[in-house]
């Protein structure tokens, strides 16, 4: 049984750190890319950073000043370090994994962000 499951959220001041984990269980953890998403309030969801299984890394141009990606495959784990951050980067962040060979995905659950000023 595949499982993802994400920590690391909470509350934080406006220009503080926080560090997102993603567990993955259950798969081959080297054969799959990895993803984080978060959805703000009252927008839809969008991508924040991307990991494939060769470690390669794209952020979207909006994310790149203050979003590190990265992976650790003797933990099975993603990390998501995220800086200087402010209102705009509050909301749920999502780690998404998928398979290289077929591209079927997994989701967690989500963990909440709140940057207060």
């Known amino acids: 049984q595949v499982q993802v499951v994400e920590s690391g959220g909470g509350v934080v001041q406006t220009g503080g750190s926080l560090r997102l984990s993603c567990v993955m269980s259950g798969v081959e953890f080297s054969e799959y890319s990895m993803a984080w998403y978060r959805r703000a309030p009252g927008k839809s969801r969008e991508l924040v950073a991307r990991?494939?299984?060769?470690?390669?890394?794209y952020y979207p141009k909006s994310m790149a000043d203050h979003f590190t990606i990265s992976r650790d495959s003797t933990k099975n784990t993603m990390f998501l370090q995220m800086d200087r951050l402010n209102s705009e980067d509050t909301g749920v962040y999502y780690c998404m994994t998928e398979r290289a060979s077929d591209q079927r995905q997994y989701w967690g659950q989500g963990t909440q962000v709140t940057v207060s000023s």
């Open positions: 990991i494939n299984k060769l470690g390669y890394k």
